[in-house]
């Protein structure tokens, strides 16, 4: 008997251990711990083999700037602020907080990424990094984002050591006459490193509308990018898509097979009957879980949360919600969460939104820039309408070394991936592509 039940062990491990492997296409870390952290500036930071044992330990997100020391020396601007009627310029201390953010920080972070192998893809994904990022992996320079508020990601497929232990190294650098509030300094957001097959949907890759919302049926449309080999056709591929509700419940299902021409995307099309709709009373979610096959192998699996709702901006009468006249009662609100700083510290901004929903609030407006995908994910789920906010300047410039420095080489970079990134989110219902932009009077410029 004791020989048979162990067979039946052995024997359920090995039908269910195909499932597992399968299960692991996509693997997605997140790096907090084992970070060192320097203030100190150098080239031979960036070297693999450089020694950061005597460097600050850290756990990110890590916002340095707000330990202080404040001080009335800290980031003095001498600027004519228009918005209150100055004509001149002048000495503003303090306006940006008091507190130490102007310099370079430097990050190290030592790791292993076991599922990463020949044939396989890696993604570094940065939430947020102020400001001027530069990502070196194992001493080789990946990547560059100038603006610190946006989420952005990098192929780190060709510096990686498979099999080994790697290294990323990443310098950030606020300057003087930046910013006209605080905005914090450092990996202030998290950082994630995601391992794919050779065949997969790249970071924000879907794209997911509700074309049609009623109280009997809504319908729902899902456009899912794919990479693929170079020698690989996309005819090769299929999806299979099912929409679950909140209790995981598929509602809807479909299955597309890959064309012989044109670019690979999917374009599925589903129905769910009697929809539970998204709103600030009732923040329904569903989710869109998409598996990528090549023949009968699993390449890839992704989800999209989303939520079915309905918006129209009718003239002289008002935002409509879910085909119902809905007033905003919102806020502007900063990033950074006061004594805690600008890290995206999740308990920290839902206590923000339970206060402002307590106060009667439905709205907030992420004033003046890009917002922490843990805001967005709690209005989501908390029920929380949001309008995702840009950029604070265009071409003309409010401080010294403000955004306008880099806004023809970067501005459509850093809209696409606002765009790509929170597309699907349903508390996103209006965006902002600036803030009090005086470009808007200059002539044609604006």
């Not at 251990?17 to 060192?36: I, M, N, S």
């Not at 790697?166 to 605080?182: G, H, I, P």
């Not at 919302?213 to 319908?219: D, W």
């Not at 090549?294 to 079915?308: A, H, Q």
């Amino acid at each position: 008997m004791k020989k048979h039940r162990a067979s039946g062990i052995i024997m359920a491990f090995l039908m269910v251990f195909p499932l597992f492997a399968h299960a692991q296409v996509r693997v997605r870390h997140t790096f907090e711990k084992g970070w060192k952290f320097s203030r100190e500036d150098n080239k031979d930071f960036s070297r693999k083999e450089y020694d950061d044992a005597k460097w600050q330990s850290v756990v990110v997100p890590h916002d340095w700037a707000i330990y202080g020391p404040f001080s009335i020396n800290n980031d003095k601007q001498h600027v004519a602020i228009a918005q209150d009627g100055q004509k001149e310029a002048m000495e503003h201390a303090g306006r940006t907080g008091g507190l130490p953010f102007v310099g370079v920080g430097w990050y190290r972070l030592k790791f292993k990424a076991p599922e990463f192998a020949s044939g396989r893809k890696a993604t570094f994904v940065f939430d947020g990094a102020m400001s001027h990022a530069r990502i070196y992996i194992n001493g080789e320079e990946a990547g560059y984002w100038p603006y610190g508020y946006n989420s952005f990601h990098i192929d780190a497929t060709p510096y990686l050591k498979a099999g080994e232990e790697n290294t990323l190294a990443v310098r950030l650098e606020n300057e003087t006459e930046s910013s006209r509030w605080y905005p914090g300094a450092g990996l202030y957001r998290n950082v994630h490193l995601v391992i794919n097959e050779d065949a997969f949907i790249p970071t924000w890759g879907t794209q997911l509308t509700t074309p049609v919302v009623k109280k009997e049926y809504a319908k729902i449309v899902l456009k899912t990018r794919l990479n693929i080999p170079e020698h690989k056709a996309f005819s090769d591929y299929r999806i299979v898509t099912e929409l679950k509700d909140r209790d995981g419940k598929v509602v809807a299902s479909g299955e597309k097979q890959g064309t012989a021409h044109g670019i690979p995307l999917f374009e599925q099309a589903f129905v769910v009957n009697a929809p539970a709709l998204w709103s600030p009373d009732s923040p329904t979610l569903y989710s869109a879980v998409s598996k990528i096959y090549e023949g009968s192998v699993l390449k890839d699996e992704y989800t999209t949360p989303f939520g079915i709702r309905s918006i129209e901006i009718i003239p002289d009468k008002g935002f409509y919600l879910n085909g119902e006249r809905t007033p905003f009662k919102g806020v502007c609100n900063h990033h950074d969460l006061g004594p805690l700083g600008a890290v995206a510290n999740e308990a920290g901004i839902r206590r923000q939104i339970r206060i402002l929903k307590d106060m009667g609030c439905n709205a907030i407006r992420t004033s003046h820039n890009m917002p922490a995908p843990e805001l967005i994910r709690a209005c989501d789920e908390m029920g929380m309408m949001v309008m995702a906010e840009s950029f604070d300047e265009w071409k003309a410039a409010k401080v010294q070394n403000g955004y306008h420095k880099i806004f023809d080489r970067w501005a459509e970079k850093d809209l696409v991936n606002l765009l790509h990134q929170y597309r699907n989110n349903p508390s996103i219902v209006m965006w902002c592509i600036g803030n009090e932009v005086p470009d808007q009077w200059n002539g044609d410029r604006g």
